[in-house]
């Protein structure tokens, strides 16, 4: 006998078999604000001056030339990019996974990220959403009606979770 019923799109199973209120934007926008802001220049700051101080033993020449009196040069603007992607893939990957969807700004605002199947994120998941959210104008798609790219692309979600 052959089965003749359609599979619902993603977003309706997800309505349908999991029964989780989204987050509101103003939630996301304070994870968002905590993550990124408040957050990642704390970390940022500390891990640069353990990272400028290792440079300094391991390659003092390198150091003053890329970062020296005269000013940052090309190779140092590069090398503290190359850090910032690292640093920002590195937050969000181990936040997320470690602490189980949450990163300090969800646990703040009492929200979670989960996989659209009602599931825990997987490795994979929070690696592929902390590299969507490197797409350039990535953090402008939460201002439309669907859910942000780094959601939609993974398929996860941020629920409420509290």
Request: proline content about 2%.
């Given at each position: 006998m052959e089965d003749n019923t359609t599979q619902p799109a993603s977003e309706d199973l997800f309505n349908e078999h999991v029964r989780f209120e989204e987050a509101t934007k103003g939630q996301r926008f304070v994870n968002w604000l905590?993550?990124?802001?408040?957050?990642?220049?704390?970390?940022?700051?500390?891990?640069?001056?353990?990272?400028?101080?290792?440079?300094?033993?391991?390659?003092?020449?390198?150091?003053?030339?890329?970062?020296?009196?005269?000013?940052?040069?090309?190779?140092?603007?590069?090398?503290?990019?190359?850090?910032?992607?690292?640093?920002?893939l590195f937050y969000y990957s181990i936040c997320e996974k470690a602490f189980k969807g949450y990163t300090i700004g969800k646990l703040?605002?009492?929200?979670?990220?989960?996989?659209?199947?009602?599931?825990?994120?997987?490795?994979?998941?929070?690696?592929?959403?902390?590299?969507?959210?490197?797409?350039?104008?990535?953090?402008?798609?939460?201002?439309?009606?669907?859910a942000p790219w780094h959601d939609s692309w993974t398929k996860t979600r941020v629920i409420k979770a509290r």
């Amino acid at each position: 006998m052959e089965d003749n019923t359609t599979q619902p799109a993603s977003e309706d199973l997800f309505n349908e078999h999991v029964r989780f209120e989204e987050a509101t934007k103003g939630q996301r926008f304070v994870n968002w604000l905590i993550d990124n802001v408040l957050i990642q220049m704390l970390i940022t700051f500390v891990t640069g001056e353990l990272f400028a101080n290792f440079l300094l033993d391991i390659a003092p020449e390198f150091a003053y030339e890329a970062f020296g009196e005269d000013g940052q040069s090309f190779t140092g603007y590069l090398v503290s990019y190359l850090f910032g992607i690292f640093h920002y893939l590195f937050y969000y990957s181990i936040c997320e996974k470690a602490f189980k969807g949450y990163t300090i700004g969800k646990l703040l605002s009492g929200t979670r990220a989960i996989r659209e199947d009602g599931q825990e994120l997987t490795f994979k998941d929070v690696i592929l959403r902390s590299l969507s959210r490197m797409v350039p104008f990535e953090v402008f798609s939460a201002l439309g009606d669907g859910a942000p790219w780094h959601d939609s692309w993974t398929k996860t979600r941020v629920i409420k979770a509290r």
